[in-house]
């Protein structure tokens, strides 16, 4: 049984263009159902401000949060960070928080 941490906000479309590909994760999960491989969906819990904030300069993640990054940031991340980025952008590591307990 393969076990797969996937959430349904981890795909979204690019909303301009750049280097990240939004609908990777989906692509994955559409290749994994239809290879008819066994296997058991967890979805993650957001990942809790304070420990982003361990991590991450609390002043980014305020503005990543609030959705208040600064033109010249999102130019040098490669996309503009909107409600479902920063949705997604707490979603992701609470994924990989999860990936790693199940391991």
Do not use: C, N
Request: charged share 15%.
């Amino acid at each position: 049984m393969l076990h797969v941490v996937h959430h349904p906000d981890y795909v979204f479309p690019a909303t301009a263009p750049g280097p990240w590909l939004y609908d990777k994760y989906g692509l994955v999960m559409l290749a994994l159902a239809e290879s008819g491989v066994a296997m058991t969906v967890h979805s993650p819990d957001i990942m809790p401000r304070p420990w982003l904030e361990a991590v991450h300069d609390p002043a980014y993640v305020a503005e990543v949060l609030t959705q208040s990054v600064p033109a010249h940031k999102e130019r040098r991340i490669g996309f503009p960070v909107t409600d479902r980025g920063a949705r997604r952008a707490q979603l992701t590591p609470g994924g990989t928080w999860l990936a790693a307990r199940l391991a």
